[in-house]
Nanobody, 115 residues
Framework: QVQLVESGGGLVQAGGSLRLSCAASGGSFRLATLGWYRQARGKQRELVASIRRDEGTKYADSVKGRFTISRDNAKNTVYLQMNSLRPGDTAVYYC?????????WGQGTQVTVSS
């Protein structure tokens, strides 16, 4: 059974930075496509960024140039570096792992950006 555990959320002022981490256990980490999603209050969950096993990346238009997703297969960890944060980035951020169509989710970590 795969487990994903996020960390690194918190409260930050607009313009600040945070780095989220997601540690995985129980699966062949290097084979997975990994993603970060977020869900703001009253809104649907949306993809923020994803990284394939060949390290190809994809970003939501709203975060391009500000957020960077990366992975460390030796540590079974995926990261989301978030810079130039805006109040609109406030949400619960979830880690997702896709092992050939089998999906797993972390419990989420709150990110709050104050103006």
């Amino acid at each position: 059974q795969v487990q994903l555990v996020e960390s690194g959320g918190g409260l930050v002022q607009a313009g600040g930075s945070l780095r989220l981490s997601c540690a995985a256990s129980g699966g062949s980490f290097r084979l997975a496509t990994l993603g970060w999603y977020r869900q703001a209050r009253g809104k649907q969950r949306e993809l923020v960024a994803s990284i394939r096993r060949d390290e190809g990346t994809k970003y939501a238009d709203s975060v391009k140039g500000r957020f960077t997703i990366s992975r460390d297969n030796a540590k079974n960890t995926v990261y989301l570096q978030m810079n130039s944060l805006r109040p609109g980035d406030t949400a619960v951020y979830y880690c997702n792992g896709d092992w050939f169509g089998v999906y797993y989710w972390g419990q989420g970590t709150q990110v709050t950006v104050s103006s």
